[in-house]
């Protein structure tokens, strides 16, 4: 078992692996991708995979993954401008997480396509929020690639500083990373959280509010 998982690693499929699994995590966010792009950057260490190559199969499925959630936000658009105003709690949540990362888009516009991926779910809402609203595309790709170059680079360096540091200790090399990487994501929630309620106490963050259905120019 262990011998087949060492030759998958030390094959240039486990970059066809990390960018498909990066990819399906923009649209079905189940498993964080952020886990296998450190676990494979820490074991980047020792030269296979090149990391360089893991950032960029990092990159591209996130850029493809962001795309993908960008179409299924505009086709949601239009199965809400059809459907009924009685709408199942499924869509009533859908519509909900489409309104909020659309206040998003529409307070931070690019910044929110490029930061949104550091929050738990923030990459999948943000990209279906901008299909859904009719983000332009050109920005929306530009805004994309950015993000995904930058997620992309500080998600593997972190699995590949924690490979360097417990090089004599593979099995926790991943930890660094991962406890890093957790940290960010939960200071920048509080962060947002904080702001949230800020608006909120002063009356601004209702005046922002938008419906999914309205379109950007």
Known sequence: MFEHVASLITSPWILLL?????????FVPVLPSETLVIGMGAVAIGGTPHVALLVAAAAIGSLTGDLV???????AASRFRDSAPAASDG???????LERGS???RRYGALAVILGRYLPGGRTATAMAAGSIGYSRRRFWMSSAAGSAGWATYVAALGYLGGAVLSDQPGFAMLPGLLIGAAT??????????????LSSTGTGHRTASHPDSRLS
């Not at 990390?18 to 923009?26: L, R, T, Y």
């Not at 959630?69 to 086709?75: C, E, P, Q, R, T």
């Not at 869509?91 to 997480?97: A, S, V, W």
């Open 18 to 26: 990390v960018a498909a699994a990066v990819a399906v995590d923009g």
């Open 69 to 75: 959630a960008y179409h299924l936000g505009d086709k």
């Open 91 to 97: 869509k009533n949540r859908l519509r909900q997480c």
């Open 103 to 105: 206040r998003a888009l």
């Open 185 to 198: 994501a939960l200071t920048v929630y509080i962060v947002g959280r904080v702001r949230r309620a800020r």
